[in-house]
């Protein structure tokens, strides 16, 4: 399949099929809001290395996360029926990112959260598009994770921890409000054990679209979800 190159002057992208074997689709264009949240419509996110132009990628298959299908470990559970963590909402988007991109990984040199991507997202932000999950342990930022909403869909960006189980604590939390809500799929993109271990699986390409084209006719909840999202509810053992 060609690599498509994107025009400065148009917000167009390519059928997401054409995408190659890597799942890469286009290069070029720019991180504006308007051209972010088209792509995440079209089944399509931003990927790539600072020093390189912009990547977009449509992976087949998809990593997802059906919230009816979240799977909490043994090991968790003594977590939240204590409530080990305190989390927040949208209060400190883009100090999550930077600790995000700075999250040393295993096989991963840098950082593809580079301060171009952190001014996008937090524009996305600013819009109430782009939303944080904040974990606390006392008064220590513990863990977080970020990404985007659109209607009944949550595009997961990232995560990071500092420790054990912050992170996890605060994407089950975040997933089970989010089912409450009516959300239907969380997009992990790509696969990862972590995120495996979780529930999360693939599926093609060609569904995922399916999802996003008739996810357009749900409404957004934009703007800042530390209101949407405030009111903990039970934990039940047997999830």
């Known amino acids: 399949m060609p690599i498509f190159w994107l025009s400065d002057d148009s917000l167009a992208f390519p059928d997401p099929a054409l995408a190659n074997k890597n799942g890469l689709l286009a290069v070029g264009g720019d991180l504006s809001p308007e051209r972010v949240l088209l792509a995440y419509q079209m089944g399509i996110f931003p990927w790539f290395n600072p020093e390189d132009h912009i990547l977009w990628w449509s992976p087949d298959p998809r990593f997802v996360l059906f919230p009816a299908e979240l799977k909490i470990q043994r090991s968790m559970r003594p977590y939240l029926n204590q409530a080990k963590f305190r989390l927040t909402f949208?209060?400190?988007?883009?100090t999550i990112m930077r600790h995000c991109g700075g999250t040393s990984r295993p096989g991963q040199q840098g950082t593809w959260i580079s301060d171009e991507m952190v001014e996008s997202?937090?524009?996305?932000?600013?819009?109430?598009?782009?939303?944080?999950?904040?974990?606390?342990?006392?008064?220590?930022?513990?863990?977080?994770?970020?990404?985007?909403?659109?209607?009944?869909?949550?595009?997961?960006?990232?995560?990071?921890?500092?420790?054990?189980?912050?992170?996890?604590?605060?994407?089950?939390?975040?997933?089970?409000?989010?089912?409450?809500?009516?959300?239907?799929?969380?997009?992990?993109?790509?696969?990862?054990?972590?995120?495996?271990?979780?529930?999360?699986?693939?599926?093609p390409r060609e569904k995922f679209l399916e999802f996003l084209q008739d996810n357009v006719a749900n409404p957004t909840h934009r703007g800042n979800w530390s209101r949407l999202l405030d009111e903990e509810p039970p934990f039940s053992p047997s999830n």
């Open 90 to 94: 949208d209060q400190h988007f883009e």
């Open 121 to 203: 997202y937090v524009q996305l932000h600013r819009l109430g598009y782009a939303h944080s999950v904040e974990v606390w342990d006392g008064n220590e930022l513990a863990g977080g994770l970020y990404g985007i909403a659109l209607g009944k869909c949550f595009f997961g960006e990232s995560m990071f921890t500092k420790v054990s189980n912050a992170s996890k604590y605060g994407f089950i939390t975040l997933v089970r409000r989010l089912e409450e809500l009516g959300y239907a799929m969380v997009d992990c993109q790509q696969q990862t054990r972590h995120l495996a271990s979780l529930g999360a699986r693939p599926i």
